[in-house]
Protein backbone atom coordinates (compact mmCIF):
# COMPACT_ATOMS: atom_id res chain seq x y z
CA UNK A 1 0.00 0.00 0.00
CA UNK A 2 2.83 2.06 0.76
CA UNK A 3 4.84 1.67 -2.54
CA UNK A 4 5.62 4.27 -5.01
CA UNK A 5 3.51 3.96 -8.46
CA UNK A 6 3.97 6.09 -11.74
CA UNK A 7 4.34 9.45 -11.02
CA UNK A 8 6.17 9.18 -7.34
CA UNK A 9 2.92 9.23 -5.86
CA UNK A 10 2.33 6.40 -3.07
CA UNK A 11 -0.43 3.95 -3.99
CA UNK A 12 -2.50 5.09 -0.68
CA UNK A 13 -2.79 8.05 -1.76
CA UNK A 14 -3.79 7.39 -4.91
CA UNK A 15 -6.59 4.99 -2.89
CA UNK A 16 -7.44 8.04 -1.31
CA UNK A 17 -7.62 10.26 -4.11
CA UNK A 18 -10.26 7.83 -6.29
CA UNK A 19 -12.42 7.47 -2.25
CA UNK A 20 -12.63 11.05 -2.34
CA UNK A 21 -13.97 11.62 -5.84
CA UNK A 22 -16.71 8.26 -5.27
CA UNK A 23 -17.58 10.29 -2.05
CA UNK A 24 -17.85 13.52 -3.84
CA UNK A 25 -19.64 11.91 -6.85
CA UNK A 26 -21.91 10.21 -4.93
CA UNK A 27 -22.62 13.24 -2.72
CA UNK A 28 -23.44 15.18 -5.95
CA UNK A 29 -26.23 13.02 -6.79
CA UNK A 30 -27.59 12.22 -3.41
CA UNK A 31 -27.90 16.28 -2.61
CA UNK A 32 -30.06 16.47 -5.55
CA UNK A 33 -32.67 14.57 -4.06
CA UNK A 34 -33.16 16.56 -1.05
CA UNK A 35 -31.91 20.00 -1.63
CA UNK A 36 -34.02 21.48 -4.29
CA UNK A 37 -37.03 20.75 -2.18
CA UNK A 38 -36.55 23.80 0.02
CA UNK A 39 -36.11 26.21 -3.21
CA UNK A 40 -39.59 25.01 -4.68
CA UNK A 41 -41.25 28.16 -3.83
CA UNK A 42 -39.17 30.72 -5.43
CA UNK A 43 -38.57 28.36 -8.57
CA UNK A 44 -42.29 28.89 -9.04
CA UNK A 45 -42.78 32.44 -8.13
CA UNK A 46 -39.75 33.01 -10.78
CA UNK A 47 -40.71 30.68 -13.86
CA UNK A 48 -44.21 29.61 -13.06
CA UNK A 49 -45.63 26.18 -13.64
CA UNK A 50 -46.78 25.07 -10.56
CA UNK A 51 -49.75 22.79 -11.62
CA UNK A 52 -46.36 20.32 -12.68
CA UNK A 53 -43.54 21.13 -10.76
CA UNK A 54 -43.41 17.49 -9.02
CA UNK A 55 -42.00 16.86 -12.10
CA UNK A 56 -38.85 18.03 -10.95
CA UNK A 57 -38.46 15.32 -8.18
CA UNK A 58 -40.16 13.01 -10.68
CA UNK A 59 -38.53 13.47 -13.86
CA UNK A 60 -34.83 12.88 -11.94
CA UNK A 61 -36.14 10.03 -10.18
CA UNK A 62 -37.39 8.52 -13.04
CA UNK A 63 -34.19 9.06 -15.14
CA UNK A 64 -31.98 8.21 -12.53
CA UNK A 65 -33.76 4.08 -12.35
CA UNK A 66 -34.73 3.53 -15.78
CA UNK A 67 -30.90 3.98 -16.85
CA UNK A 68 -29.30 2.05 -14.13
CA UNK A 69 -29.58 -1.51 -15.62
CA UNK A 70 -28.47 0.57 -18.94
CA UNK A 71 -24.86 2.04 -17.67
CA UNK A 72 -24.17 -1.52 -15.30
CA UNK A 73 -23.91 -3.08 -18.65
CA UNK A 74 -21.87 -0.06 -20.24
CA UNK A 75 -19.25 -0.68 -17.19
CA UNK A 76 -19.08 -4.09 -17.51
CA UNK A 77 -18.36 -4.18 -21.02
CA UNK A 78 -16.25 -0.50 -21.56
CA UNK A 79 -15.29 -0.22 -18.17
CA UNK A 80 -16.01 1.73 -15.20
CA UNK A 81 -13.65 4.76 -15.84
CA UNK A 82 -15.36 5.97 -18.71
CA UNK A 83 -19.11 5.08 -17.45
CA UNK A 84 -18.35 7.19 -14.82
CA UNK A 85 -16.56 9.98 -15.94
CA UNK A 86 -19.77 10.28 -19.24
CA UNK A 87 -21.74 10.20 -16.04
CA UNK A 88 -20.14 12.86 -14.62
CA UNK A 89 -20.37 15.22 -17.71
CA UNK A 90 -23.81 14.46 -18.16
CA UNK A 91 -24.52 15.64 -15.07
CA UNK A 92 -22.56 19.00 -14.63
CA UNK A 93 -23.93 20.15 -17.96
CA UNK A 94 -27.73 19.36 -16.69
CA UNK A 95 -26.72 21.27 -13.76
CA UNK A 96 -25.50 24.22 -15.97
CA UNK A 97 -28.44 24.50 -17.95
CA UNK A 98 -30.64 24.21 -14.63
CA UNK A 99 -29.36 27.42 -13.42
CA UNK A 100 -30.05 29.02 -17.14
CA UNK A 101 -33.38 27.43 -17.55
CA UNK A 102 -36.10 30.01 -18.45
CA UNK A 103 -39.54 28.56 -17.42
CA UNK A 104 -40.04 25.84 -15.72
CA UNK A 105 -40.42 23.40 -19.17
CA UNK A 106 -36.77 23.89 -19.68
CA UNK A 107 -36.16 23.34 -15.87
CA UNK A 108 -37.77 19.70 -15.92
CA UNK A 109 -35.78 19.15 -18.87
CA UNK A 110 -32.72 19.52 -17.41
CA UNK A 111 -33.41 17.99 -14.26
CA UNK A 112 -34.02 14.74 -16.71
CA UNK A 113 -30.55 15.11 -18.41
CA UNK A 114 -29.29 15.79 -14.52
CA UNK A 115 -30.57 12.35 -13.61
CA UNK A 116 -29.24 10.83 -17.13
CA UNK A 117 -26.22 11.24 -15.41
CA UNK A 118 -27.14 11.06 -11.85
CA UNK A 119 -27.62 7.08 -12.71
CA UNK A 120 -24.46 6.11 -13.93
CA UNK A 121 -22.66 7.36 -10.85
CA UNK A 122 -24.80 6.09 -8.32
CA UNK A 123 -24.15 2.70 -9.98
CA UNK A 124 -20.82 2.79 -11.10
CA UNK A 125 -19.88 4.59 -7.62
CA UNK A 126 -21.19 1.01 -5.65
CA UNK A 127 -19.56 -0.66 -8.59
CA UNK A 128 -16.41 0.30 -7.93
CA UNK A 129 -16.57 0.05 -4.01
CA UNK A 130 -16.48 -3.77 -4.72
CA UNK A 131 -13.82 -3.63 -7.08
CA UNK A 132 -11.38 -1.57 -5.06
CA UNK A 133 -11.75 -3.48 -1.99
CA UNK A 134 -11.11 -6.73 -0.66
CA UNK A 135 -14.63 -8.44 0.77
CA UNK A 136 -14.00 -7.89 4.17
CA UNK A 137 -12.66 -3.67 3.70
CA UNK A 138 -16.08 -3.16 1.47
CA UNK A 139 -18.20 -2.47 4.69
CA UNK A 140 -15.52 0.17 5.57
CA UNK A 141 -16.22 2.03 1.64
CA UNK A 142 -19.86 1.34 1.48
CA UNK A 143 -20.60 2.78 5.19
CA UNK A 144 -18.80 5.87 3.86
CA UNK A 145 -20.75 6.09 0.91
CA UNK A 146 -24.14 5.22 2.79
CA UNK A 147 -23.07 8.17 5.43
CA UNK A 148 -22.67 10.23 2.49
CA UNK A 149 -26.43 10.24 1.61
CA UNK A 150 -27.35 10.46 5.72
CA UNK A 151 -25.72 13.79 5.63
CA UNK A 152 -26.93 14.51 2.45
CA UNK A 153 -30.37 14.38 3.29
CA UNK A 154 -29.88 15.62 6.73
CA UNK A 155 -28.04 19.45 5.45
CA UNK A 156 -29.59 19.01 1.85
CA UNK A 157 -32.38 21.15 2.98
CA UNK A 158 -30.35 23.72 5.15
CA UNK A 159 -27.68 24.26 2.25
CA UNK A 160 -30.71 24.93 -0.37
CA UNK A 161 -32.79 27.27 2.42
CA UNK A 162 -29.48 29.17 2.92
CA UNK A 163 -28.68 29.35 -0.87
CA UNK A 164 -32.17 30.65 -1.42
CA UNK A 165 -32.60 33.07 0.87
CA UNK A 166 -29.04 34.77 0.95
CA UNK A 167 -28.32 34.04 -2.59
CA UNK A 168 -30.47 32.90 -5.80
CA UNK A 169 -32.10 29.38 -6.76
CA UNK A 170 -30.39 29.09 -9.59
CA UNK A 171 -27.22 28.67 -6.98
CA UNK A 172 -28.47 25.26 -6.17
CA UNK A 173 -27.68 23.87 -9.37
CA UNK A 174 -24.20 26.32 -9.48
CA UNK A 175 -22.72 25.10 -6.76
CA UNK A 176 -22.36 21.20 -8.26
CA UNK A 177 -19.64 22.42 -10.99
CA UNK A 178 -16.83 23.17 -8.59
CA UNK A 179 -17.29 20.15 -6.38
CA UNK A 180 -18.32 18.15 -9.51
CA UNK A 181 -15.19 19.21 -11.74
CA UNK A 182 -12.72 18.38 -8.72
CA UNK A 183 -14.22 14.97 -8.43
CA UNK A 184 -14.34 14.65 -12.46
CA UNK A 185 -10.28 15.41 -12.17
CA UNK A 186 -9.47 12.96 -9.46
CA UNK A 187 -11.28 10.14 -11.33
CA UNK A 188 -9.52 11.06 -14.39
CA UNK A 189 -6.31 11.85 -12.78
CA UNK A 190 -5.87 8.66 -10.52
CA UNK A 191 -8.29 5.68 -11.66
CA UNK A 192 -6.50 3.50 -14.14
CA UNK A 193 -8.08 0.63 -15.76
CA UNK A 194 -6.09 -2.09 -17.75
CA UNK A 195 -6.82 -2.33 -20.98
CA UNK A 196 -9.44 -5.09 -21.79
CA UNK A 197 -8.32 -8.06 -24.53
CA UNK A 198 -11.10 -8.76 -26.37
CA UNK A 199 -11.43 -11.24 -29.39
CA UNK A 200 -14.21 -9.34 -30.53
CA UNK A 201 -15.68 -6.46 -30.42
CA UNK A 202 -18.33 -5.21 -27.67
CA UNK A 203 -21.94 -5.33 -29.16
CA UNK A 204 -24.47 -2.41 -27.55
CA UNK A 205 -27.84 -3.88 -27.31
CA UNK A 206 -29.51 -0.25 -28.34
CA UNK A 207 -32.27 -2.01 -28.83
CA UNK A 208 -32.53 -3.35 -25.54
CA UNK A 209 -31.17 0.08 -23.54
CA UNK A 210 -34.48 1.55 -25.52
CA UNK A 211 -36.60 -1.04 -24.36
CA UNK A 212 -36.01 -0.89 -21.02
CA UNK A 213 -35.85 3.07 -20.90
CA UNK A 214 -39.30 3.45 -21.86
CA UNK A 215 -40.87 -0.04 -20.31
CA UNK A 216 -39.12 1.34 -17.19
CA UNK A 217 -40.07 5.27 -17.80
CA UNK A 218 -43.80 4.81 -18.93
CA UNK A 219 -44.24 2.10 -15.43
CA UNK A 220 -42.18 4.32 -13.04
CA UNK A 221 -44.71 7.26 -14.63
CA UNK A 222 -47.69 5.63 -14.02
CA UNK A 223 -46.96 4.91 -10.19
CA UNK A 224 -45.49 8.16 -9.38
CA UNK A 225 -47.99 10.15 -10.87
CA UNK A 226 -50.92 7.61 -10.23
CA UNK A 227 -53.04 8.91 -6.87
CA UNK A 228 -51.50 12.47 -7.47
CA UNK A 229 -51.89 13.67 -10.84
CA UNK A 230 -55.01 11.63 -11.71
CA UNK A 231 -57.54 9.10 -9.68
CA UNK A 232 -55.34 5.44 -9.70
CA UNK A 233 -58.64 3.71 -11.83
CA UNK A 234 -59.07 6.72 -14.32
CA UNK A 235 -58.50 6.21 -17.94
CA UNK A 236 -54.66 7.98 -17.53
CA UNK A 237 -53.20 5.22 -14.81
CA UNK A 238 -55.13 2.27 -16.80
CA UNK A 239 -53.85 3.40 -20.10
CA UNK A 240 -50.30 4.00 -18.60
CA UNK A 241 -49.97 0.23 -17.01
CA UNK A 242 -51.20 -1.20 -20.01
CA UNK A 243 -48.61 0.53 -22.24
CA UNK A 244 -46.03 -0.71 -19.65
CA UNK A 245 -47.10 -4.32 -19.27
CA UNK A 246 -46.56 -4.44 -23.56
CA UNK A 247 -43.72 -2.75 -23.24
CA UNK A 248 -41.89 -5.05 -20.45
CA UNK A 249 -43.26 -7.68 -22.97
CA UNK A 250 -41.56 -6.14 -25.84
CA UNK A 251 -38.31 -6.18 -23.61
CA UNK A 252 -38.15 -9.30 -22.41
CA UNK A 253 -38.44 -10.90 -26.22
CA UNK A 254 -36.42 -8.28 -27.61
CA UNK A 255 -33.48 -9.26 -24.77
CA UNK A 256 -33.80 -13.11 -25.26
CA UNK A 257 -32.80 -12.67 -28.58
CA UNK A 258 -30.02 -9.87 -28.24
CA UNK A 259 -26.56 -11.60 -28.38
CA UNK A 260 -25.64 -8.93 -24.98
CA UNK A 261 -28.81 -8.03 -23.50
CA UNK A 262 -28.73 -5.01 -21.18
CA UNK A 263 -30.46 -6.99 -18.60
CA UNK A 264 -29.02 -10.89 -19.02
CA UNK A 265 -31.37 -13.21 -18.41
CA UNK A 266 -28.35 -14.58 -15.85
CA UNK A 267 -29.47 -12.11 -13.46
CA UNK A 268 -32.56 -13.89 -12.69
CA UNK A 269 -31.76 -17.53 -13.09
CA UNK A 270 -28.95 -17.20 -10.70
CA UNK A 271 -30.54 -18.01 -7.33
CA UNK A 272 -28.61 -15.71 -5.38
CA UNK A 273 -29.03 -12.85 -7.39
CA UNK A 274 -32.49 -13.07 -8.33
CA UNK A 275 -33.21 -13.60 -4.30
CA UNK A 276 -31.05 -10.78 -3.39
CA UNK A 277 -32.83 -8.56 -6.04
CA UNK A 278 -36.45 -9.85 -5.24
CA UNK A 279 -35.46 -9.01 -1.38
CA UNK A 280 -34.48 -5.69 -1.66
CA UNK A 281 -37.10 -4.98 -4.14
CA UNK A 282 -39.41 -5.30 -1.37
CA UNK A 283 -37.00 -3.85 1.05
CA UNK A 284 -37.77 -0.64 -0.86
CA UNK A 285 -40.99 -0.70 0.51
CA UNK A 286 -39.87 -0.96 3.67
CA UNK A 287 -37.53 2.18 3.85
CA UNK A 288 -40.54 4.14 2.21
CA UNK A 289 -42.71 4.51 5.55
CA UNK A 290 -40.24 6.30 7.47
CA UNK A 291 -38.71 8.50 4.90
CA UNK A 292 -41.82 9.82 3.57
CA UNK A 293 -44.44 9.44 6.52
CA UNK A 294 -42.37 10.47 9.72
CA UNK A 295 -41.52 13.98 8.95
CA UNK A 296 -45.29 14.51 8.69
CA UNK A 297 -46.31 12.45 11.26
CA UNK A 298 -44.00 15.18 13.40
CA UNK A 299 -45.32 18.01 12.44
CA UNK A 300 -49.10 17.38 12.57
CA UNK A 301 -49.07 14.90 15.41
CA UNK A 302 -46.15 15.75 17.36
CA UNK A 303 -46.49 19.77 16.54
CA UNK A 304 -42.78 19.76 15.96
CA UNK A 305 -41.44 22.71 13.47
CA UNK A 306 -39.76 21.37 10.25
CA UNK A 307 -36.34 21.18 11.51
CA UNK A 308 -37.30 19.40 14.95
CA UNK A 309 -39.10 16.73 12.09
CA UNK A 310 -35.95 16.31 10.56
CA UNK A 311 -34.04 15.48 14.04
CA UNK A 312 -36.56 12.74 14.49
CA UNK A 313 -35.90 10.88 11.23
CA UNK A 314 -32.35 11.79 11.86
CA UNK A 315 -31.96 9.12 14.04
CA UNK A 316 -32.00 6.62 11.75
CA UNK A 317 -30.12 8.06 9.00
CA UNK A 318 -27.13 8.01 11.34
CA UNK A 319 -27.79 4.68 13.12
CA UNK A 320 -27.98 3.42 9.20
CA UNK A 321 -24.53 3.72 8.23
CA UNK A 322 -23.01 2.92 11.46
CA UNK A 323 -25.00 -0.62 11.83
CA UNK A 324 -23.70 -1.05 8.04
CA UNK A 325 -20.05 -0.64 9.11
CA UNK A 326 -20.13 -2.88 12.03
CA UNK A 327 -22.36 -5.51 9.85
CA UNK A 328 -18.75 -7.40 8.68
CA UNK A 329 -18.30 -8.43 12.01
CA UNK A 330 -21.53 -10.73 11.80
CA UNK A 331 -22.24 -11.71 8.41
CA UNK A 332 -18.03 -12.84 8.24
CA UNK A 333 -19.39 -15.44 11.26
CA UNK A 334 -22.77 -16.24 10.60
CA UNK A 335 -23.18 -15.34 6.97
CA UNK A 336 -24.82 -12.98 4.80
CA UNK A 337 -28.15 -14.69 4.42
CA UNK A 338 -28.17 -15.03 8.57
CA UNK A 339 -26.88 -11.07 9.42
CA UNK A 340 -29.76 -10.21 7.04
CA UNK A 341 -32.61 -12.38 8.32
CA UNK A 342 -31.80 -10.62 11.85
CA UNK A 343 -31.94 -7.60 10.92
CA UNK A 344 -35.24 -7.35 8.72
CA UNK A 345 -36.85 -9.27 11.72
CA UNK A 346 -35.78 -6.46 13.69
CA UNK A 347 -37.44 -3.97 11.66
CA UNK A 348 -40.51 -6.11 11.49
CA UNK A 349 -40.67 -6.30 15.24
CA UNK A 350 -39.64 -2.14 15.30
CA UNK A 351 -42.12 -1.04 12.59
CA UNK A 352 -45.03 -3.19 13.93
CA UNK A 353 -44.55 -1.50 17.60
CA UNK A 354 -44.96 1.87 16.15
CA UNK A 355 -48.87 1.48 16.15
CA UNK A 356 -48.01 0.85 19.85
CA UNK A 357 -46.91 4.33 20.25
CA UNK A 358 -49.32 6.26 22.96
CA UNK A 359 -51.24 9.52 21.57
CA UNK A 360 -49.67 12.51 21.01
CA UNK A 361 -46.63 11.05 22.64
CA UNK A 362 -43.25 12.71 23.12
CA UNK A 363 -40.21 13.08 20.46
CA UNK A 364 -38.41 11.15 21.64
CA UNK A 365 -40.53 7.54 21.46
CA UNK A 366 -40.33 7.80 17.64
CA UNK A 367 -36.82 9.28 17.88
CA UNK A 368 -36.22 6.01 19.33
CA UNK A 369 -38.00 3.02 17.12
CA UNK A 370 -35.76 5.44 14.49
CA UNK A 371 -32.61 4.85 15.72
CA UNK A 372 -33.58 1.21 16.13
CA UNK A 373 -34.90 0.73 12.76
CA UNK A 374 -31.48 2.37 11.41
CA UNK A 375 -30.11 0.04 12.86
CA UNK A 376 -32.19 -3.00 11.76
CA UNK A 377 -31.40 -1.95 8.62
CA UNK A 378 -27.99 -1.34 8.23
CA UNK A 379 -27.94 -5.23 8.77
CA UNK A 380 -29.44 -6.12 5.85
CA UNK A 381 -28.93 -4.01 2.91
CA UNK A 382 -25.48 -3.87 3.19
CA UNK A 383 -24.81 -7.33 4.04
CA UNK A 384 -26.93 -8.48 0.52
CA UNK A 385 -25.05 -5.77 -1.59
CA UNK A 386 -21.76 -7.00 -0.64
CA UNK A 387 -22.75 -10.39 -0.67
CA UNK A 388 -24.04 -10.47 -4.01
CA UNK A 389 -21.10 -8.55 -5.78
CA UNK A 390 -18.59 -11.35 -4.01
CA UNK A 391 -20.80 -13.29 -6.07
CA UNK A 392 -19.73 -12.46 -9.42
CA UNK A 393 -16.53 -11.12 -11.26
CA UNK A 394 -15.25 -8.14 -12.65
CA UNK A 395 -17.10 -8.58 -16.26
CA UNK A 396 -20.81 -9.52 -14.12
CA UNK A 397 -20.63 -6.89 -11.06
CA UNK A 398 -21.85 -3.80 -13.15
CA UNK A 399 -24.58 -5.85 -14.32
CA UNK A 400 -25.16 -7.31 -11.21
CA UNK A 401 -25.25 -4.11 -9.20
CA UNK A 402 -27.17 -2.37 -11.47
CA UNK A 403 -29.66 -4.79 -11.41
CA UNK A 404 -30.01 -4.73 -7.72
CA UNK A 405 -30.18 -0.59 -7.18
CA UNK A 406 -32.73 -0.95 -10.01
CA UNK A 407 -34.66 -3.12 -7.93
CA UNK A 408 -34.78 -1.01 -5.00
CA UNK A 409 -35.71 2.33 -6.49
CA UNK A 410 -38.33 0.34 -8.31
CA UNK A 411 -39.31 -1.12 -4.82
CA UNK A 412 -39.62 2.54 -3.28
CA UNK A 413 -41.30 4.12 -6.22
CA UNK A 414 -44.04 1.31 -5.50
CA UNK A 415 -43.94 2.10 -1.49
CA UNK A 416 -44.41 5.31 -2.31
CA UNK A 417 -47.61 5.09 -4.49
CA UNK A 418 -49.16 2.17 -2.60
CA UNK A 419 -48.29 3.78 1.21
CA UNK A 420 -49.44 6.89 -0.17
CA UNK A 421 -53.08 5.55 -1.44
CA UNK A 422 -53.21 4.01 2.41
CA UNK A 423 -52.59 6.94 4.23
CA UNK A 424 -54.72 8.70 2.00
CA UNK A 425 -57.85 6.36 2.15
CA UNK A 426 -57.30 6.52 5.66
CA UNK A 427 -57.51 10.28 6.06
CA UNK A 428 -60.52 10.12 3.21
CA UNK A 429 -62.62 7.90 5.44
CA UNK A 430 -62.02 9.63 8.86
CA UNK A 431 -62.22 13.05 7.10
CA UNK A 432 -64.79 12.96 4.36
CA UNK A 433 -64.26 12.16 0.47
CA UNK A 434 -61.49 14.82 -1.50
CA UNK A 435 -58.95 14.67 1.87
CA UNK A 436 -56.12 13.64 1.64
CA UNK A 437 -51.92 13.63 3.33
CA UNK A 438 -51.29 16.91 1.54
CA UNK A 439 -54.23 18.78 2.35
CA UNK A 440 -54.21 18.20 5.96
CA UNK A 441 -50.11 18.19 6.33
CA UNK A 442 -50.33 21.63 5.15
CA UNK A 443 -52.87 23.32 7.38
CA UNK A 444 -52.83 23.04 10.99
CA UNK A 445 -55.68 21.15 12.07
CA UNK A 446 -57.72 19.93 14.91
CA UNK A 447 -57.77 17.29 17.52
CA UNK A 448 -59.77 14.94 14.70
CA UNK A 449 -56.91 16.06 12.13
CA UNK A 450 -54.29 15.04 13.88
CA UNK A 451 -55.53 11.60 15.10
CA UNK A 452 -56.74 11.44 11.67
CA UNK A 453 -52.94 11.56 10.69
CA UNK A 454 -51.69 9.36 13.22
CA UNK A 455 -53.95 6.59 12.28
CA UNK A 456 -52.94 6.96 8.52
CA UNK A 457 -48.93 6.82 9.21
CA UNK A 458 -49.92 3.73 12.13
CA UNK A 459 -51.69 2.14 9.12
CA UNK A 460 -48.48 3.00 6.58
CA UNK A 461 -46.26 1.34 9.27
CA UNK A 462 -48.36 -1.52 9.49
CA UNK A 463 -48.01 -1.57 5.70
CA UNK A 464 -44.54 -1.65 5.88
CA UNK A 465 -43.71 -4.32 8.30
CA UNK A 466 -45.43 -6.75 6.19
CA UNK A 467 -44.02 -5.82 3.19
CA UNK A 468 -41.31 -7.00 5.90
CA UNK A 469 -42.44 -10.10 6.40
CA UNK A 470 -42.27 -10.99 2.66
CA UNK A 471 -38.48 -9.54 2.38
CA UNK A 472 -37.65 -11.92 5.26
CA UNK A 473 -39.49 -15.15 3.42
CA UNK A 474 -37.57 -14.30 0.16
CA UNK A 475 -34.67 -14.77 1.74
CA UNK A 476 -35.52 -17.27 4.09
CA UNK A 477 -37.00 -19.74 1.07
CA UNK A 478 -35.39 -18.46 -1.78
CA UNK A 479 -32.03 -17.05 -1.30
CA UNK A 480 -29.11 -19.58 -0.72
CA UNK A 481 -27.80 -20.49 2.94
CA UNK A 482 -24.56 -19.53 1.94
CA UNK A 483 -23.71 -17.17 -1.10
CA UNK A 484 -21.37 -18.55 -3.85
CA UNK A 485 -18.38 -16.18 -2.77
CA UNK A 486 -15.77 -16.60 -5.57
CA UNK A 487 -12.37 -17.76 -4.23
CA UNK A 488 -9.26 -15.57 -3.59
CA UNK A 489 -7.04 -17.97 -6.74
CA UNK A 490 -8.78 -17.51 -10.27
CA UNK A 491 -8.16 -21.06 -10.91
CA UNK A 492 -10.50 -22.48 -8.04
CA UNK A 493 -13.70 -23.05 -8.76
CA UNK A 494 -16.27 -20.67 -6.82
CA UNK A 495 -16.45 -21.51 -2.89
CA UNK A 496 -19.54 -21.47 -0.98
CA UNK A 497 -19.38 -18.84 2.00
CA UNK A 498 -17.90 -20.29 5.35
CA UNK A 499 -20.13 -20.01 8.48
CA UNK A 500 -17.46 -20.78 10.33
CA UNK A 501 -14.43 -18.67 9.61
CA UNK A 502 -13.85 -15.21 7.82
CA UNK A 503 -14.94 -15.13 4.20
CA UNK A 504 -12.85 -15.73 1.25
CA UNK A 505 -11.77 -12.85 -0.80
CA UNK A 506 -12.05 -12.44 -4.69
CA UNK A 507 -9.30 -11.70 -5.87
CA UNK A 508 -11.01 -9.74 -8.19
CA UNK A 509 -11.89 -7.10 -5.67
CA UNK A 510 -8.09 -6.20 -4.06
CA UNK A 511 -6.33 -2.99 -4.21
CA UNK A 512 -2.99 -4.07 -4.44
CA UNK A 513 0.20 -1.82 -5.38
CA UNK A 514 1.48 -3.18 -8.32
CA UNK A 515 2.74 -1.77 -11.90
CA UNK A 516 1.06 -1.74 -14.76
CA UNK A 517 2.83 -4.47 -16.27
CA UNK A 518 1.26 -6.87 -13.72
CA UNK A 519 -0.54 -10.07 -15.10
CA UNK A 520 -4.07 -9.78 -15.66
CA UNK A 521 -6.44 -12.34 -16.07
CA UNK A 522 -7.91 -12.77 -19.48
CA UNK A 523 -10.33 -12.26 -20.87
CA UNK A 524 -12.55 -10.40 -18.21
CA UNK A 525 -9.72 -7.57 -16.93
CA UNK A 526 -8.73 -6.81 -13.13
CA UNK A 527 -10.67 -4.56 -11.00
CA UNK A 528 -10.13 -1.08 -11.33
CA UNK A 529 -6.80 0.11 -9.08
CA UNK A 530 -5.75 3.25 -8.35
CA UNK A 531 -2.06 3.35 -8.68
Not at 94 to 112: D, E, K, P
Not at 231 to 248: C, D, G, H, N
Not at 457 to 462: G, Q, Y
Amino acid sequence: MGGTSEGGIPGSQRRTAVVAALMLSMALAALESTIIATAVPQIVADLGGFSYFSWLFSGYLLAVTVTLPVYGKLSDTFGRKPVLLAGMVLFLLGSLLCALSWNMAALIAFRILQGLGGGAIQGTVQTLAADLYPLKQRPKIQAKLSTVWALSSVVGPAIGGMLVAFAHWRWIFLVNLPVGLIALWLVARHLHEPVRESRSRPRIDWAGALAVFASGGVLLTALVQGGVAWPWLSAPSLVLFAIAAVLITATVLVERRAAEPIIPGWVWKRRTIAAVNLGLGVLGLVMVAPTVFIPTYAQSVLGLTPTGAGFVLSAMILSWPLSAALSQHLYTRIGFRNTALIGITGAVLVLAAFPLLPYPGSPWQPALLMLLLGAALGQVQLPLIVGVQSTVGWSERGTTTASVLFCRQLGQTLGAAVFGAIANGVIAARLGAGTDLDTVARTPGDETVRRSVDAAVEWVHIGAALAGVVTLFVLLFLAPRRFPVLPQEPAQEPVQESVQGPLQEPAQASVRDETPDSPQEPPAPQPSRTD
